[in-house]
């Protein structure tokens, strides 16, 4: 629960990276949170079986708030085989592999209902660290007429 805290909204909201466990250091020592296990099995599966195209996927639930931080994302690993979906390293259903699906999103429906919580995004990424988003610079937004 402490890393939770740790890695709530609040907490990482100008903390820059986070500190989550490389592979082999969650693999020598198996705990932590979901991003955590998730980090674990994609880059393991990208390294066995690279043409399942493993990804994150994150969910968006509706916050919670425990001890002023507040909760809202999860994460989960998505793969692809035989041109349908599957989803893996739950920490909420650990071993279990949910599939196969014909899209993220019927898992998602699936997924809310099982974990009696509403789901308001969700997104499939290859990278579970948050991109900057470059801006454009104000001149080449601007129309410029003859």
């Not at 805290?5 to 986070?18: F, I, K, V, W």
């Not at 071993?95 to 196969?100: E, L, Y």
Request: proline residues 5%; hydrophobic residues 40%.
């Amino acid at each position: 629960m402490s890393r939770a805290m740790l890695l709530s909204e609040n907490q990482r909201s100008g903390a820059g990276q986070l500190p989550i466990y490389q592979a082999h250091e969650f693999f020598a020592a198996p705990s932590g949170v979901c991003v955590d296990l998730s980090r674990f099995a994609v880059e393991t599966l990208r390294q066995i079986a690279p043409g399942v195209k493993a990804n994150y996927l994150m969910i968006e639930f509706s916050p919670v708030t425990m001890g002023g931080n507040t909760l809202r994302m999860h994460w989960l690993t998505s793969f692809m085989h035989g041109g349908k979906y599957y989803f893996f390293a739950d920490s909420k259903r650990p071993g279990h592999i949910a599939g196969p699906y014909a899209s993220t999103g019927a898992f998602i429906a699936e997924y809310s209902t099982y974990r009696n919580r509403q789901i308001v995004a969700f997104r499939e990424l290859d990278s579970y660290q948050r991109k900057q988003r470059a801006l454009a610079s104000r001149q080449s937004r601007e129309v410029r007429h003859p």
